[in-house]
């Protein structure tokens, strides 16, 4: 809801919010323990009308928008989620460092992203510093691994493997900012302009952990 509120969409239909919703639950789904459903919608709907009486939210006529009365509660939602969103917005920026076909062994990379989210946070793209974390970092590669984001790759007789990205996202760039785009759409507001993605400040932060020499040294 908070993505909507920060376009200034007050009125969010239903369906959209649902479909806002499991794309972030889908990407975020080992950070938390989730109740066995049969279906995500009837996760949406319970916590939904649970929000509904709580009074966080209004739904009239197929819309939800926010009760600003309960506006303190509904921001306290959403500090829960905001440093993981972050990071994984920030492991996703790191990818472009890998575009085309550049490869890296796992624990390089994530040094390597370690670096990047350090320099985020002290330009103040990264507004919480649980946003730096390594072990969060590394579940987000996992995910992204999950998802075919990036793929493994075994590169010598002696079982040595490389993180790169999979086919379809060396291929088309765009795809990659998508996704990009798509995570940071749910990211704190604040100053820096953080609302824009892919900056160039962004751009310039990717560059310090180029991974061509980490390639040729393998």
Known sequence: LYRFHKEKIREVPKEELLLATQFLSRLLKWEFIYKPTPKFSSTFENTLNLMIQRKVIIYKQGTISLNEDQDELFSFLCFLLWPFIENYWMVSVSLFALHPNESCEETVLLTKIQKLAETLYHQGELSFFESVSKDMSKQALT???????????????????????????????????KLVEQIGAFRRKGKYNREKNFSTRILQAVKLISFGATKSNL
Do not use: C, H, W
Request: glycine fraction near 2%; charge should be positive; proline fraction near 3%.
């Open 143 to 177: 995910r992204f691994l999950e998802r075919k984001v990036i793929e493994r790759r075994v590169i010598n007789d002696a079982g040595v493997t490389v993180i790169q990205l999979s086919p379809t996202y060396q291929e088309n760039e765009s795809k990659l900012q």
